[in-house]
Nanobody, 118 residues
Framework: QVQLVESGGGLVQAGGSLRLSCAAS????????MGWYRQAPGNQRELVATMARGGNTNYADSVKGRFTVSRDDAKNTVYLQMNSLKPEDTAVYYCNAVHRFSNSWQFWGQGTQVTVSS
């Protein structure tokens, strides 16, 4: 019933930028929060950035000042602008959403690969 589709990943050189998109099949107003997680090979999935329904944002310390999460309600899409990319940002990035009336009801996208060289 709910689908999240990530796009925008790719291969970039250190210091470059990428913008990830997460398109939801329904209204993003249905969600208490949406955000981005990432998982590098051999590592646990970790929180990168989230945006609550009211607009408050939260970022991992490792990406503060470099990444920005935003949304476009008309397009039912959440974005992650990634600047000053570092090799340690290399991971599969996953979109996540939590329903506003059921915190245990979570949805995940299929993931998009981000690779940062040098």
């Amino acid at each position: 019933q709910v689908q999240l589709v990530e796009s925008g990943g790719g291969l970039v050189q250190a210091g470059g930028s990428l913008r990830l998109s997460c398109a939801a099949s329904g209204s993003i107003s249905s969600f208490a929060a949406m955000g981005w997680y990432r998982q590098a090979p051999g590592n646990q999935r970790e929180l990168v950035a989230t945006m609550a329904r009211g607009g408050n944002t939260n970022y991992a310390d490792s990406v503060k000042g470099r990444f920005t999460v935003s949304r476009d309600d008309a397009k039912n899409t959440v974005y992650l602008q990634m600047n000053s990319l570092k090799p340690e940002d290399t991971a599969v990035y996953y979109c996540n959403a939590v329903h506003r009336f059921s915190n245990s009801w979570q949805f995940w996208g299929q993931g998009t690969q981000v690779t940062v060289s040098s």
